[in-house]
Nanobody, 124 residues
Framework: QVQLVESGGGLVQAGGSLRLSCAASGRTFSSYVMGWFRQAPGKEREFVAAINWSTGNTYYADPVKGRFTISRDNAKNMVYLQMNSLKPEDTAVYYC?????????????????WGQGTQVTVSS
């Protein structure tokens, strides 16, 4: 059974940094795409970034380009989201997700497995 467990959220001032972690277990993820999504109160879940586990290819949503970096550690089965220059509008619950296809998708309906989420709050 696939399990995704996020950690690393918290409260940070604008301009600060956080690193989110996602521990993946339950199967081999070498053919998967791993993604990060976020959902603010009253808003739809939105794509943040994704990485092809096998190739390392990445893709970012425009609002986070140049500020966020997604990476993975094959040996530890971990996916990370380094978030720098955080803004109040980055405040949301952040979710780790896994897509069984090898193509990077930006819509949450394409992802098969989800973590429970971790809260990120950026104060102004």
């Amino acid at each position: 059974q696939v399990q995704l467990v996020e950690s690393g959220g918290g409260l940070v001032q604008a301009g600060g940094s956080l690193r989110l972690s996602c521990a993946a277990s339950g199967r081999t993820f070498s053919s998967y795409v791993m993604g990060w999504f976020r959902q603010a109160p009253g808003k739809e879940r939105e794509f943040v970034a994704a990485i092809n586990w096998s190739t390392g290819n990445t893709y970012y949503a425009d609002p986070v380009k140049g500020r966020f970096t997604i990476s993975r550690d094959n040996a530890k089965n971990m996916v990370y989201l380094q978030m720098n220059s955080l803004k109040p509008e980055d405040t949301a619950v952040y979710y780790c997700a896994a897509d069984r296809t090898s193509m990077i998708h930006t819509t949450y309906q394409n992802y098969d497995y989800w973590g429970q989420g971790t809260q990120v709050t950026v104060s102004s």
